[in-house]
């Protein structure tokens, strides 16, 4: 069985193209030109795990002398195919020693696979090569199919496609010269806020990668960037005045405790709470809702009992939930989606019951970017007499916040959302139920007196923060804080949704490409799709060479994915110092991606 491209005619074309966007070209093209896969040799048996997307390989043996095998695969990610095309040409036609003897780690090597590709698909390529030599010692008899768990070597009709031409157009090689203003098809945006001045305070939005391509930066959701202000706080926490906090009698110990604790009244005077009693550091958002998890969720949930959660969760709001519910043996209903990607709110209406002990649920949503109505969902889970706790990760750094307005119990969120340094993020928990709950780590900080018989938790706010806490992330945060203040949340807002509304409209004529998420006056500021017959990995492969970071994957949010239908989604997430043109380079690679990865 002939190979669809040579290997010699690979190493040859990947040698001579130095562009990462042209090689992946090049791969989608050598994958336009595996041979078919037939359909029912799709089968479970058939199938490589380890791999992002859907691949299936299999082995014909031919016989001779001596006997060789042929192997064919398939997989739904063009890019992926790509890679099945160099596999074949490296190993099909030969025997089974030969195979497992062929340098495959020199050839990757050859090729700089691995500076292209990204390494979740790397991993995948990796259980293709094992898969390979699995069914190569299969036929050499070295083991049984039932130990290699991989089914028998079958004989199938390999359907040759003669080689296609590229359809694709030439790739380009370097970054367009772009235009001094980019033509967005909108009137001017009607943003509150000076961005090009704003940028200059971040030092990274400066960077431009190694071949000239300025950075993108929307991947904001995941983690915001910080500007001077924050990095030269924490420089000089560390320069000039650090030590731990409340526990010395020193000048450095003194001067650390005011800072740390005058970030604490700057996240009280963000969110309107009551007191600094109420603002606990922790970790993270995650962080917090465990400790709300250990601490109330283990002290007042039972058999019976049920927490009520959304199906647009993050894992952070889900499996703390799980793993409550398992310790104490509560059980946990869900409330579903509509078809325009908001809550249910009659059905929320409907889980509610004198057994609800908590409602748990988002602000916004981290994928489809749905703003929840909290005043009627909080008012209603109070009425059904349940505690609820808000995660508000996604909207701390967007929107004006005020849990006393929420009424909410408990908020959680991060500071490295909000401009602040990673590995801070803030607790907020309503006094009445701080009092009551029990301290969920112990240690140093936590305590008033610690006897042989036992010990008493400190006072609020320090019983929830035992050892050394986070105090230069925390000094670092309370910075962030008055930046956004400065700007103002409600033009943070603004400028946001000026960006998802161009966003949207130049998404909207993306062939194929689907919007995950409600109208972006619904909707924080982010766009989500999905584009028909393209993995969200490699679009954010071809976006990287083109430096628009975006993010791919599940995005923590694997049953709202289910939901959806989909494994993994594309996300661009915008920030108060992304710009119009950003926007619109967004789109622009979106199409380049299209055109190189789309099948036809
Ligand atoms: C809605 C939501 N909740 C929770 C988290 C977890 O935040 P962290 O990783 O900072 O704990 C995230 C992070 O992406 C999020 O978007």
Redesign the pocket.
Known sequence: MPVAVPLHEIRAEFTELDDPNDRMTYLVEIGQTLPLLDPHLKTEASRVLGCQSMVWLVAEERPGDPPTLDFTADSDAPMVRGLIAILLAAYSGRTPQEILAFPIEELFQTLQLKQFITPMRSNGLYSMVQRVQTLAKLAVGQQSAEKLAVGSLSLMPFKVRPREESGNGHPRRSPPALPATIVTGQPAAASPIDVEAIRRDFPILATTLDDGWPLVYLDN??STQRPRQVIDAVVEAYEHYYSNVHRGGHHLAAESTVRYEAAREAVRALINARSTTEIIFT???????NLVARSWGDANLKAGDEIVLTLM??H??IVPWQQVAERTGCSIRWTPITADYQLDLDAFQKLLSPRTKLVAV?A???VLGTINPLDRIIPQAHAAGAVVLV?A??ASPHEPLDVRAWDADFV?F?G??MLGP?GV?VLYGREKLLDTMPPFLGGGSMIKQVTTEGFTPADLPYKFEAGTPVIVPAIGLGKAIGYLQQIGMQSVRAHELVLTRLAHSLLADIKGLKILGPAPELKGGMVTFAIEGIHPDDISKVLDVQGVAVRAGH??AMPLHKHLGLSASTRASFYFYNTPEEVARLAAALRDAVRILGRT
């Open positions: 959701a995941a970790p993270g958002t995650t962080a917090g809702i969760e993050h952070s709001n988002t916004v949503s981290n995660d990760a996604q959680a991060s490295h959302k990673s993020g995005h923590c």
